[in-house]
């Protein structure tokens, strides 16, 4: 939080009278005045020599706090927005585009879990393939148990021109990243390009796969104590950010861990429930297929609705 | 001068007929919509409604925004709506406008006589419901739409800058659209609440400085919501999700549910799963600022859809203050959700 003093220079308001007036509330930065009720600060200033000068500064300040929260919208504007801008993209597995009806959507935070060798890490290569190749669009992919494969992507796009496939792959970018504060330094700068990037809407597909998140949030769970909870909190929150305000899809894997009496639940506990907007589950039935189902979405029906999927090849066998 | 003004302080303002007649009709008695009819509330309410994660909590705010937003009549058909703004504060960040927009078309499409059954059936078979309705409502669509407002809080220091500059906002609001603000909804209220835990208590040089621990930023955050609602009355509902795990065996339910389910039978279970599951996290300030509590709970109970396709999970609704001894049933479906006999 940087000290009140460093708007001096850009707002003549704000001087020494001012910030004396506030340290003598006990104020030091703009981020101390949220915690204060402006109108009593209004009534105290009213008891100094020279108010009026002091009331221009809140004014200023009441400004600047208007400043840092996010606009607000109607609902028009903001169905505008999304049926402009927020696509759905194709996973290029149809089982699953079929259960989402139409596949991952730009703007959400779309999470996978399932047991390990369930297929995650072959679902995010081919969804990154399928942005890649088909909707041309740019994905940047955080691997964190080095299972990225170029060779399986080539594989999934098949038998194109060695151009094209030059192409397709320099859209791809894959960062290895172990713990959790390269992730968040990684989304950090994804963000901060974003945004110098983006002056307008560039109708680009963007998709950020994270394989897996549960390995860099897991080690630092650890027990009841909030620093964990609130760091998986602190990354929920930053990639629903970077979903929504550039148009990203984000893909994320979690893995699984056993609940009550056998049953198996997905990992990262309770909090991060709230954190993806929809979550499939996919579970192993016997040989080399899995059945994929919702356990939350914003708007379809949750847990009857199921695919079955070939393992090896992620094929179209599904019903519903 | 001193004289009237003592006189004046000690005389008689307005008679209780007169104070009852302003009080309701500033503050009239409303009912939000099923699954939450049972207990009438008025401006100056605040409902918190519990859950876990996923339980259909955000699609409850959606129907009482749309409930709000609605006018009571419209062309000679008459939707049952309070004609209202709404502001929406998403701390979750996982609002979805699709399904807010789906809500309304289906209030609208059922108040111009159409049936549920057509509707899911098109549904179903993928057919285009909407191409009849936009021809007819979109100007009904887009002047409800308008008069819902909507913003996103990826953190705290965003959460109460908005509640700072919310009294401003709303002032501009309501000259512009000539309606009050009936309903401020708010999604997840324990969003920010481990970040908030985590934030130590810096050695600070300062001896008055107020800091950003969990009792310091909750303690603002009530203070600004009580000044709105003394300025600005309405209605407040937000929604809590459940931060700690399930340790009861939430996999016995199964055993549980072959034999009778009599009322007894689901609230004693259900009053084992709050003490572990809805253990109380917010902040004594927040929990003496609320004066009614729901909680939803997922139960293993299914129904047959209305199209016969596939079975529908039960949602359980009770009501925890005031306390009733009744739990409401609803499934959701593609219209919202639907209250179950």
Redesign the interface.
Known sequence: MPPLKSLGPGFPVIDSDFQSFCASLGILSVEDFLLHDLDALAAQADLRPSPERLKQGLALVFTIIESMHQPWRNGMEILEDVQKNKRILSTGCEGVDSLLKGGLHEGHVTELTGPSSSGKTQFCLMASAEVAYKHKGLVTYIDTGNSFSAKRIAHSIGQVDKKVLQTVMNRIICYSVYDIFTLLAVLHELEFRLKSQICERDGIARLLVIDSISSLITPILGSNGPQGRGLMTSTGWLLKKVADEYGTAVLVSNHTVSGNHGTTKPALGESWKVIPHTRLLLTQVGGSNCSISIIKHPSLENATSFSLLNHSQFCITYKV | MVENGVKGWISVNEGAREMLERVLGERPVMMLPPPLHRVPVRAGNVIEISG???SAK?LLLIQAAVNC?LPTEWEGVHYGGLGQLVLYIDL???F???????VLRYRIFKARGGRVVDWEQNNAKGGNVELPLIVCDDELL?L????????????T??????L??LH??VQREVEAHGARIQLLLID?IG??H??D???TISVLE?????S?SLQ??W??LV??LR?LLSVHPMLIVASK??????TT????RPFQGRFSMDIADQRSRMKESHKHKFREYMPAIWQAFVTHRVILQNSDE?VAASNGQ????IHLLEWLLPALNTVDKFV???AGAVLVP
Do not use: I
Not at chain 2, 96 to 102: E, I
Not at chain 2, 241 to 246: I, R
Not at chain 2, 310 to 313: A, I, N, S, T, V
């Open positions: 876990t994660s996923p955000t937003v979750d960040c996982h979805d406008v699709a399904r807010l927009q789906q887009s409800c739409m308008r008069r819902f407002f909507y913003v996103r809080c990826y953190q220091s965003e959460f109460l800058a908005t700072k500059t401003c906002r997840n969003a920010f481990w970040v835990r985590a934030t300062v001896q008055n400085r107020k950003f310091g930023v303690e603002a203070h600004d000044k999700a459940s931060v700690f795990g399930n065996n939430e996999a016995e299914s596939h079975k529908q999970p959701v479906g593609d």
